[in-house]
C-alpha cells in the first residue's frame, strides 16, 4: 500500500529541481499522422524507442554518408504490449537511398539481460571507439520475466560495416535505494513500473566531463508517482551516480529517456512522458516531449514554455506517437504508436490492437531554441 506525500516527501530533495505544473498552455501540436506518413519498415518486426551514433558534442554521426540509427525491436505479436517483453536492439542506417537495416546491435546471448531496452551511443573523439550504453531488463535466462533494470556499456569501434565489434558489457553504476529505487520488481505494467533506464551521454561543454542521464524512481518516497531524473558522471575511471536534476513525487512516475540538448550557453533537458502515468492528484498532460531549462547542469531547472511542454500529440489523436529523441541539430525523431483511432480506444475496440499500432519511425520535426521557449518549427 503506498501513502500519500507527506511534507517532506513533497519537496525537492537532494537538491532536485521540482516540477510541479499548474497548466500546459496552448502550443501548436504534432502534426495529425496520416495513413502516407506510416511506412513500415518491417513485416515482421515492430520498432519503437530510438537512438543515433552521435559524437561526442552531440552532433549525429554521418559515416559512409548515412547517419546510424538503433531501435528497439521485437516480432509481431497480436497484441502490441508483448514487445517489451521480447526487445532487441536493431541497427539500421539512413542515407539517400532511404533505410538499409543491419540486424540485431548485438549477437545472441551477450547482453546480460532478458531483454534490451533503450540507451544511447557515442563515437568518441578519437573518430573510432563507439560506447553503447543501454539498459539490460530482467537477466538473461530467467525463468520468470521481471523488471529489474540496470545499465551496461558495451564498448566497440566504427567499421565499414557501421558500429560493432563489440566487447563483452560492463555494469556501470548501480542504483543506491537512497536517491533510486533499487528493486527487482517480479510484477510491472507499462506506466506502472519503477525507473532505473534509459542512459543518455552528455560531455557539459562547461567542465569537459562526461555524464549520463537516466530515468530514475525517487527512493526517498513510497508515493506510488515518484518519477525522477538522474545523473552519473565519470571521474577517476568510473561512473559515479549523482543527485537527482529533476523529481516529480506526486507528479508523474515516468520522466523517460531524459536528455541534454546546449543551445547558445543553455542546457535545455527534454523527456518523454504520457497522460497515464500522471497522479490522480495532478494536473494530466498529453502524451508528449516535455523540457526544462538552466544556465548550467548543475540547475536550477525551470519549466520550459507553460509547465514543461514541448510538442504533443494532437487532441484528435493522443497516442499517436511516442518516445521523442532531440538531436544535436534539434531535430525530433519518435515513432508512431496508436494512430487513426478517431476516437476509439482498444479496450472497446481490442482488433485495433494490431492494425493501428505503427511500430514504425514517424515523421520527424525540428525545434527552435530562444530562452525559456522551445517550439516546433
Same mark, same amino acid.
Given at each position: 500500500?503506498?501513502?500519500?506525500?507527506?511534507?517532506?516527501?513533497?519537496?525537492?530533495?537532494?537538491?532536485?529541481?521540482?516540477?510541479?505544473?499548474? $497548466?500546459?498552455?496552448?502550443?501548436?501540436?504534432?502534426?495529425?499522422?496520416?495513413?502516407?506518413?506510416?511506412?513500415?519498415?518491417?513485416?515482421? +518486426?515492430?520498432?519503437?524507442?530510438?537512438?543515433?551514433?552521435?559524437?561526442?558534442?552531440? /552532433?549525429?554521426?554521418?559515416?559512409?554518408?548515412?547517419?546510424?540509427?538503433?531501435? %528497439?525491436?521485437?516480432?509481431?505479436?497480436?497484441?502490441?504490449?508483448? /514487445?517489451?517483453?521480447?526487445?532487441?536492439?536493431?541497427? +539500421? !542506417?539512413?542515407?539517400?537511398?532511404?533505410?538499409?537495416?543491419?540486424?540485431?546491435?548485438?549477437?545472441?546471448?551477450?547482453?546480460?539481460?532478458?531483454?534490451?531496452?533503450?540507451?544511447?551511443?557515442? %563515437?568518441?573523439?578519437?573518430?573510432?571507439?563507439?560506447?553503447?550504453?543501454?539498459?539490460?531488463?530482467?537477466?538473461?535466462?530467467?525463468?520468470?520475466?521481471?523488471?529489474?533494470?540496470?545499465?551496461? %556499456?558495451?564498448?566497440?569501434?566504427?567499421?565499414?560495416?557501421?558500429?560493432?565489434?563489440?566487447?563483452?558489457?560492463?555494469?556501470?553504476?548501480?542504483?543506491?535505494?537512497?536517491? #533510486?529505487?533499487?528493486?527487482?520488481?517480479?510484477?510491472?505494467?507499462?506506466?506502472?513500473?519503477?525507473?532505473?533506464?534509459?542512459?543518455?551521454? +552528455?560531455?557539459?561543454?562547461?567542465?569537459?566531463?562526461?555524464?549520463?542521464?537516466?530515468?530514475?524512481?525517487?527512493?526517498?518516497?513510497?508515493?506510488?508517482?515518484?518519477?525522477?531524473?538522474?545523473?552519473?558522471?565519470?571521474?577517476?575511471?568510473?561512473?559515479?551516480?549523482?543527485?537527482?536534476?529533476?523529481?516529480?513525487?506526486?507528479?508523474?512516475?515516468?520522466?523517460?529517456?531524459?536528455?541534454?540538448?546546449?543551445?547558445?550557453?543553455?542546457? #535545455?533537458?527534454?523527456?518523454?512522458?504520457?497522460?497515464?502515468?500522471?497522479?490522480?492528484?495532478?494536473?494530466?498532460?498529453?502524451? $508528449?516531449? #516535455?523540457?526544462?531549462?538552466?544556465?548550467?547542469?548543475?540547475?536550477?531547472?525551470?519549466?520550459?514554455?507553460?509547465?514543461?511542454?514541448?510538442?504533443?500529440?494532437?487532441?484528435?489523436?493522443?497516442?499517436?506517437?511516442?518516445?521523442?529523441?532531440?538531436?544535436?541539430?534539434?531535430?525530433?525523431? !519518435?515513432?508512431?504508436?496508436?494512430?487513426?483511432?478517431?476516437?476509439?480506444?482498444?479496450?472497446?475496440?481490442?482488433?485495433?490492437?494490431?492494425?493501428?499500432? $505503427?511500430?514504425?519511425?514517424?515523421?520527424?520535426?525540428? +525545434?527552435?531554441?530562444? $530562452?525559456? !521557449?522551445? !517550439?516546433?518549427?
Amino acid at each position: 500500500m503506498t501513502s500519500a506525500p507527506t511534507e517532506l516527501q513533497s519537496i525537492a530533495a537532494y537538491g532536485a529541481s521540482r516540477w510541479e505544473p499548474t $497548466g500546459y498552455g496552448d502550443l501548436p501540436r504534432i502534426p495529425l499522422i496520416g495513413q502516407d506518413d506510416v511506412v513500415r519498415l518491417f513485416d515482421d +518486426l515492430d520498432l519503437w524507442d530510438c537512438w543515433p551514433l552521435a559524437h561526442e558534442d552531440g /552532433r549525429t554521426v554521418r559515416h559512409l554518408d548515412r547517419q546510424w540509427w538503433f531501435f %528497439l525491436s521485437a516480432p509481431v505479436f497480436p497484441d502490441p504490449v508483448q /514487445r517489451h517483453g521480447h526487445a532487441r536492439i536493431r541497427l +539500421l !542506417s539512413f542515407g539517400s537511398d532511404g533505410w538499409r537495416d543491419h540486424g540485431n546491435a548485438f549477437p545472441d546471448g551477450f547482453t546480460p539481460g532478458s531483454r534490451e531496452w533503450a540507451g544511447c551511443c557515442v %563515437l568518441m573523439d578519437d573518430g573510432e571507439t563507439v560506447q553503447h550504453f543501454f539498459t539490460a531488463a530482467g537477466r538473461h535466462g530467467e525463468a520468470q520475466e521481471t523488471f529489474e533494470q540496470r545499465m551496461f %556499456l558495451s564498448v566497440g569501434r566504427l567499421t565499414t560495416n557501421g558500429p560493432g565489434e563489440w566487447w563483452a558489457p560492463q555494469e556501470i553504476f548501480v542504483a543506491d535505494g537512497t536517491r #533510486y529505487v533499487c528493486d527487482r520488481q517480479d510484477r510491472g505494467a507499462p506506466g506502472l513500473i519503477k525507473g532505473f533506464r534509459d542512459p543518455a551521454w +552528455l560531455r557539459d561543454p562547461a567542465t569537459g566531463k562526461a555524464h549520463l542521464l537516466f530515468t530514475g524512481s525517487a527512493a526517498w518516497s513510497d508515493h506510488a508517482f515518484n518519477g525522477n531524473i538522474g545523473i552519473a558522471t565519470f571521474d577517476g575511471g568510473n561512473w559515479i551516480l549523482g543527485d537527482p536534476l529533476i523529481e516529480a513525487i506526486g507528479v508523474n512516475n515516468e520522466l523517460e529517456r531524459p536528455h541534454v540538448i546546449v543551445r547558445g550557453g543553455r542546457y #535545455y533537458l527534454f523527456w518523454s512522458t504520457q497522460t497515464h502515468t500522471f497522479a490522480p492528484e495532478s494536473v494530466a498532460g498529453p502524451n $508528449g516531449l #516535455y523540457g526544462a531549462v538552466a544556465d548550467s547542469l548543475a540547475g536550477p531547472w525551470v519549466p520550459v514554455n507553460h509547465g514543461g511542454l514541448v510538442a504533443a500529440n494532437p487532441d484528435a489523436e493522443p497516442k499517436q506517437s511516442y518516445s521523442w529523441w532531440v538531436t544535436g541539430e534539434g531535430e525530433v525523431w !519518435s515513432f508512431v504508436d496508436y494512430w487513426g483511432m478517431e476516437g476509439r480506444n482498444t479496450a472497446d475496440h481490442p482488433e485495433l490492437l494490431r492494425s493501428n499500432f $505503427g511500430g514504425t519511425p514517424a515523421p520527424r520535426f525540428t +525545434l527552435h531554441f530562444e $530562452g525559456n !521557449s522551445v !517550439s516546433i518549427v
